[in-house]
């Protein structure tokens, strides 16, 4: 294309001299030139994202002289290379009602609506964080009407509270839900869940309305 546009702003440019060329000729030419600029531009950005590429098919391969080569690149790099795709969970209490957690017991949401990405266990009710970044986590807890008590809910990071949750059914026609969401940077290896707060005896309230969410915002040492 380049090579066509150059031919015929040269064969326009010489046919006619400088003084006898009208106004939209040289805008012509002018617009001749910067489509080459552009043109130029552009085998240069696919020349440089061929080299990463290349640059990934390399580390694909088992080479460990790239692999150390890349370790000593700037992080940002690092990241757009070593993409480690999302990270996003949702998991819920499906039954109509959960008996009997104690207090500093971790919630266990067993159904698990969405999981990309892995961290989370809905045997134990803990996230653990598969690749470090800035997170987005969210709850939501149901207190149950039969049990009167008020829900007092936390969301923890290794051992550390990010936010908390309260919810309480102040008459025993209906039940009350509460929610929170935290922002946090975490790293590999964290671990992150809900627990109850200091409740002895209670029933938390589930048909999906209690849930435990994440996302990953952000990839980030």
Excluded at 2 to 27: H, K, N, V, Y
Excluded at 176 to 186: E, L
Excluded at 199 to 205: C, I, K, R, S
């Amino acid at each position: 294309m380049r090579i066509l546009i150059f031919f015929t702003g040269q064969l326009l440019s010489s046919a006619i001299s400088a003084e006898e060329q009208p106004d939209w000729l040289g805008a012509l030419l002018n617009r001749i030139e910067y489509l080459e600029r552009k043109d130029a531009e552009k085998d240069a950005i696919i020349a440089e994202q061929q080299k990463e590429i290349e640059s990934v098919k390399a580390i694909c391969s088992g080479s460990k002289t790239d692999q150390e080569k890349l370790l000593n690149e700037p992080s940002e790099r690092r990241r757009f290379v070593l993409n480690e795709g999302p990270v996003a969970f949702t998991a819920a209490i499906t039954p109509y009602v959960v008996d009997h957690l104690k207090s500093q017991e971790i919630v266990k949401f067993e159904t698990i609506i969405t999981s990309i990405g892995g961290g989370y266990n809905n045997q134990s009710g803990v996230f653990v964080v598969p690749v470090s970044g800035i997170y987005m986590i969210s709850c939501s807890l149901l207190d149950d009407d039969r049990t009167g008590l008020m829900v007092h809910g936390e969301i923890v990071q290794d051992h550390r509270v990010l936010g908390r949750v309260f919810a309480h059914t102040e008459s025993r026609s209906y039940r009350d839900q509460g929610t929170q969401t935290v922002f946090t940077h975490a790293h590999a290896g964290d671990q992150i869940w809900v627990r109850v707060k200091d409740n002895a005896d209670l029933g938390l309230g589930g048909e999906l309305y209690s849930s435990f969410s994440g996302y990953l915002l952000y990839a980030m040492e």
